[in-house]
């Protein structure tokens, strides 16, 4: 069974960094064809692609973002690490992560709201 | 790739049959998946591969369509089934996802 979930700070001032984690089980992002992206929805809004990281360590980002944010995995703790630079009340939102199969987002976590607000 | 759904909001009844589309700036082949998302939930995963239903998915629900054009079908609509529809193209980076479809029940 996999499960996903996020986490880290609910609030963070602009310009500071945003870091989240997706802490997963069920399955191993070293195993060949796994991948965890992260994705992000504001509020009332739909829901944008941000960033992806394969079990090669191939990673994608969004062109929009790319200057600011990073992924990273840990496949010994089994998570996937997000890095928002240089916060800005835009990016307010419910951020998710999820299990990426090869045409979809099959197993997504519960989500984290994240507010940029000073 | 950019993704236009629509409608954007319908309200029909228990039983009713629903249609909603998702059209594609360029051909993406089949590269498309259908998320539901019930507020307040995360999206969860109905079709992929433009026809294909996702492990568990009711089959009340069916899909169709290649290249630019695609629809989601709901058969004998039911409460659980409102909340917010959304397409996404898997063709190329950076993916994307429609505007959405909002989903009431009368």
């Known amino acids: 069974q996999i499960t996903l979930k996020e986490s880290g700070p609910a609030l963070v001032k602009p310009t500071q960094t945003l870091t989240l984690t997706c802490t997963f089980s069920?399955?191993?992002?070293?195993?060949?064809?796994?991948?965890v992206a992260w994705l992000r929805q504001p509020p009332g809004e739909s829901l944008q692609w941000l960033a992806i990281v394969y079990w090669n360590d191939d990673k994608r980002y969004t062109p929009s973002l790319r200057n600011r944010i990073t992924i990273t995995k840990d496949t010994s703790r089994d998570q996937v690490v997000l890095t928002l630079t240089n916060a800005d009340p835009v990016d307010t939102g419910t951020y998710f992560c999820?299990?990426?199969?090869?045409?979809?987002?099959?197993?997504w976590g519960p989500g984290i709201l994240v507010t940029v607000s000073s | 790739i950019q993704l236009t759904q629509s409608p954007s909001f319908l309200s029909a009844s228990v039983g009713d049959r629903v249609t909603i589309t998702c059209r594609a700036s360029?051909?993406?082949?089949?590269?498309l998946a259908w998320y539901h998302q019930k507020p307040g939930k995360a999206p969860s995963l109905l079709i992929y591969a433009a026809s294909s239903l996702h492990n568990g998915v009711s089959s009340r629900f069916s899909a169709s369509g290649s290249a630019t054009e695609f629809t989601l079908k709901i058969s004998n609509l039911q409460p659980e089934d409102a909340g917010s529809y959304y397409c996404q193209q898997t063709k190329s980076f950076p993916l994307t996802f429609g505007g959405g479809t909002k989903v009431e029940i009368k």
């Open positions: 360029q051909g993406i082949n089949t590269y």
């Open positions: 999820a299990h990426s199969g090869v045409s979809s987002h099959d197993f």
């Open positions: 069920g399955f191993s992002v070293s195993t060949t064809g796994a991948a």
